[in-house]
């Protein structure tokens, strides 16, 4: 999710889960793993530095 804040900021943030399923030896009752990811941040765009055709 985005946040355009004026011209040159933009706030972001993001909740995201993922798993890696349980390598090929594992056994039959060996779960995959699970991750929960969070993300919070700022952008800053410098006009001028990066020109978007």
Same mark, same amino acid.
Request: zero cysteines; charged letters at 20%.
């Given at each position: 999710? %985005?946040?355009? #804040?004026?011209?040159?900021?933009? $706030? $972001? /943030? =993001? #909740?995201?889960?993922?798993? +890696? +399923? /349980? =390598?090929? @030896? /594992?056994? &039959? @009752? %060996? /779960? !995959?793993? %699970? &991750?929960?990811?969070?993300? $919070?941040?700022? *952008?800053?765009? %410098? !006009? @001028? *530095?990066? +020109?978007?055709?």
């Amino acid at each position: 999710m %985005t946040f355009d #804040v004026d011209d040159r900021w933009q $706030l $972001l /943030a =993001g #909740v995201h889960r993922g798993f +890696p +399923p /349980a =390598g090929g @030896g /594992a056994g &039959s @009752g %060996t /779960a !995959p793993e %699970t &991750s929960i990811n969070w993300e $919070l941040g700022g *952008r800053y765009i %410098t !006009p @001028g *530095r990066f +020109p978007q055709e």
